[in-house]
């Protein structure tokens, strides 16, 4: 188990250094830079200004040697300032780090709430009336993009009938915050809910079909300690593979979503970084969700080996 994670610790790093090349790659080759964003607010600067701020902040070094002094710099500890907040970027991001992993941990817990009995209700009853609108409802679900969504759910709930707020993060109350809470967690677990139903029905359909599962019947088990105590666990183990994807997909759905009803996590801090121009907080911040992303990859082949005893790594 040592050697595993070890060789997973270290795919991970190698995943974090090529995301961090690329992604300020990118961002190097995107038109302007801070020096314009200054100028367009100080119309009296002059070119010999300007030059000099762009020396100052080594934006006139060729890409790569700006990559590389970025790259010592963070090794070193120094994550760099926000030029939008004018704050050490790790005092930024590891507060709204929080505020989106509350968000997605509650959009993914909702998920299951929903979409585990639902989709065991279909399974046990395939061609079922249950199983029909099962199956319908999470192709529904799945068609819905989250920002048409969310737009939609302010609207209605917001808007016409004003039983929750458009959007922001309250008063720092934790009746404020959960109100606030309820309509981009809906957004984002609407399009996890259609997906988890999907595969649990398949995966718990496909269990019932095996030889344990006959067995113990055959044994007098009861239907509910069948599918419960036995199928259900095995029929868990590419579920746990679809959440530990979904944790991705979230972390992109919650860019628009957070931006939509203004909370302030990862993705509105990433998006707003990024039409600032601000390179140390878009860099960290991206550089932040991918490690949550593999560090939730690496729990998911964890949870392989407790659901099923005969997966060994070894």
Do not use: C
Request: glycine residues 8%.
């Amino acid at each position: 188990m040592s050697r595993f994670l070890l060789q997973r610790l270290l795919e991970s790093l190698l995943v974090l250094a090529l995301m961090s090349f690329l992604v300020y790659l990118l961002i190097g080759l995107m038109p302007g830079d801070p020096i314009d964003i200054m100028i367009s607010g100080d119309p009296n600067m002059s070119a010999a200004d300007a030059e000099r701020l762009r020396a100052v902040y080594g934006l006139d070094q060729p890409l790569l040697a700006r990559y590389w002094a970025w790259l010592t710099s963070v090794l070193s500890g120094d994550l760099g300032y926000s030029r939008l907040f004018n704050r050490p970027v790790e005092t930024i991001l590891l507060p709204r780090l929080g505020n989106t992993l509350l968000l997605m941990g509650a959009a993914l817990l909702l998920a299951l709430i929903v979409a585990l009995p639902l989709g065991v209700a279909a399974a046990r009853r395939p061609g079922s009336l249950m199983d029909v609108g099962v199956n319908l409802g999470a192709f529904a679900g799945a068609s819905l993009p989250p920002f048409w969504l969310a737009i939609l759910l302010i609207l209605l709930f917001a808007v016409y009938l004003g039983w929750l707020p458009a959007g922001g993060m309250g008063d720092g109350s934790l009746a404020e915050r959960l109100r606030h809470m309820i309509l981009p967690v809906v957004a984002l677990s609407v399009a996890s809910v259609a997906g988890l139903l999907r595969h649990i029905r398949a995966a718990l359909r496909e269990a019932l079909r095996q030889d344990y599962v006959r067995t113990a019947r055959a044994k007098g088990l009861s239907d509910r300690q069948v599918v419960y105590r036995h199928a259900l666990r095995n029929a868990m183990i590419p579920v746990v593979t679809i959440l530990a994807l979904d944790l991705g997909m979230l972390f992109s759905g919650a860019l628009i979503t957070e931006t939509v009803f203004g909370w302030l996590g990862m993705g509105k801090t990433i998006y707003d970084a990024i039409m600032g121009n601000d390179y140390n907080l878009a860099l960290i911040g991206l550089l932040l969700a991918t490690g949550t992303v593999l560090l939730a990859n690496l729990l998911a082949d964890l949870v392989y080996a407790w659901l099923d005893p005969r997966i060994e790594y070894r």
